[in-house]
């Protein structure tokens, strides 16, 4: 119930692609849903997040879907830049166990020149 | 954004020692901080929840008296590592939530610190 499945595990992409990651969890009691951005050696750094009563949020070359009858969640990066190269998390709320967050496994996306 | 700053970035230390790491959040109060353990490659695994005043909550298999955890003000947690041994060897992240800004859940990372044990 506290899962949050990721994936792919990584991701190629040529420069100006999309690379797409998908998440997926099971308990309806997650209220919000962020994503993370980490470069080696660094702590994760919140790139966008998203309410389950909002479908779509942008923000710059980031969006995130979401579909609550679904209960999956994605990141779009949109025109990617050899430095969005990274790896990234999405993670999901629990409010009601003292705003911990649980982490999907994380994709390491690679932008090719 | 609000600033979390972890110390140290990195440490060696020889197995048997004990090793303490600081989370603080600079420019905001936070009445919960997390504290997280990364190995390579792999995503992050909560460890415990600090809050302010009060004892951690470990989450479970994380050894408490392995991993001492102190939340003494609202601007500080710290981490020890006890007796230290090189299967302790990590990545140490904390996170800190934003008092004022609680209801939306935003959490700020810090650095992270690198434990080596020899």
């Known amino acids: 119930q506290q899962q949050v499945k990721q994936s792919p595990q990584s991701l190629i992409v040529q420069k100006g692609g999309i690379p797409i990651i998908n998440c997926a969890y099971e308990?309806?009691?997650?209220?919000?849903f962020p994503w993370y951005q980490q470069f080696p050696g660094k702590g994760p750094a919140l790139l966008i997040a998203i309410r389950p009563d909002v479908s779509e949020k942008k923000e710059g070359r980031f969006t995130i879907s979401f579909n609550k009858s679904a209960k999956q969640f994605s990141l779009h990066i949109m025109d990617s830049q050899p430095g969005d190269s990274a790896t990234y998390f999405c993670a999901a709320r629990l409010k009601a166990a003292g705003n911990k967050l649980t982490f999907g496994g994380g994709t390491r996306v690679l932008v090719k020149p | 954004g609000a600033v979390v700053s972890q110390h140290p970035s990195w440490v060696i230390c020889k197995s048997g020692t004990s090793v303490k790491i600081e989370c603080r959040s600079l420019d905001f109060q936070a009445t919960t901080m997390f504290w997280y353990r990364q190995f390579p490659k792999q995503s992050l695994m909560l460890m415990a929840t600090?809050?302010?005043?009060?004892?951690?909550?470990?989450e479970q298999g994380v050894e408490k008296d392995k991993f001492l955890i102190n939340h003494a003000s609202l601007t500080l947690s710290t981490l020890t590592v006890t007796s230290a041994h090189p299967e302790d060897s990590s990545f140490y992240i904390c996170?800190?939530?934003?008092?004022?800004?609680?209801?939306?859940?935003?959490?700020?990372f810090g650095e992270g610190s690198r434990l080596t044990v020899l």
């Open positions: 600090s809050n302010e005043g009060s004892k951690a909550t470990y």
């Open positions: 996170s800190a939530l934003n008092r004022d800004r609680g209801s939306t859940g935003e959490l700020f």
């Open positions: 308990n309806t009691a997650f209220d919000y």
